[in-house]
């Protein structure tokens, strides 16, 4: 298994532009969520999803949207990129029920000047 | 969910053990108590989790008082690689509503 993969590793974008984060695992986890982390901080989550064409906003969903077609993958788009988004992006994966942990991927560290 | 207290960092000699303290005075009855660590900015990494029982696996064990107000996390026998910031997280489990709120943790270090 893969596990939980994710690109870019890095990424610098202009203010106003759109990207997509990519996300996948192979675990069939029901379970994906995104997490933004900047410096010397906690994650906080942005969406999640407890399945294929279910989604939820977390902490801070705002400048973000996401879509959940299928169970692999969970792509986060950025919209119109802003500064105050210039962040490490994890994405996680886990089972749904039951006290199961969350699988990490290795993230995406973004930049946006 | 329920708030936890960690400090901030602690130190801790290679070989020894280390303990890290976690305090959740407000936890429920159903809520378990999770522990992740994050190494130099790779993604977090779960390590343990209970409800009420102590639990043991292969990278750690879990303490947890009678009344639930506090839990420590035992690394037995610490590593240079056991440096990392530890986040202890009290999360409740609900159908459909699974996420974990994470403080900024404890920032270990393994002195050698």
């Known amino acids: 298994n893969a596990g939980v993969t994710q690109t870019p590793k890095f990424q610098v974008l202009k203010t106003g532009q759109s990207m997509t984060l990519q996300c996948a695992q192979d675990?069939?986890?029901?379970?994906m969520s995104w997490y933004r982390q900047d410096p010397g901080m906690g994650l906080r989550l942005i969406h999640y999803?407890?399945?294929?064409?279910?989604?939820d906003q977390g902490e801070v969903p705002n400048g973000y949207n996401v879509s959940r077609s299928t169970t692999e993958d969970f792509p986060l788009r950025l919209l119109s990129a802003a500064p105050s988004q210039t962040s490490v992006y994890f994405c996680?994966?886990?089972?749904?029920?039951?006290?199961?942990?969350?699988?990490f991927g290795p993230g995406t560290r973004l930049t946006v000047t | 969910d329920a708030k936890t207290t960690q400090p901030t960092s602690m130190d801790c000699a290679e070989g020894r053990a280390a303990n890290l303290p976690c305090n959740h005075s407000?936890?429920?009855?159903?809520?378990?108590v999770y522990w992740y660590r994050q190494i130099h900015s790779q993604g977090p990494q779960y390590i343990i989790h209970g409800l009420k029982n102590n639990e043991t696996n292969e990278m750690a064990s879990l303490i947890i008082t009678e009344d639930r107000k506090s839990s420590t996390l035992i690394l037995p026998h610490a590593t240079l690689r056991d440096t990392a910031v530890y986040y202890c997280?009290?999360?409740?489990?609900?159908?459909?509503?699974?996420?974990?709120?994470f403080g900024t943790g404890t920032r270990l270090t393994i002195i050698p």
């Open positions: 997280i009290v999360r409740v489990r609900h159908f459909g509503n699974e996420k974990l709120t």
């Open positions: 996680a994966s886990s089972y749904h029920e039951g006290p199961y942990e969350q699988y």
């Open positions: 407000t936890i429920s009855g159903n809520e378990y």
């Open positions: 999803s407890v399945g294929a064409g279910i989604t």
């Open positions: 675990m069939n986890h029901e379970y």
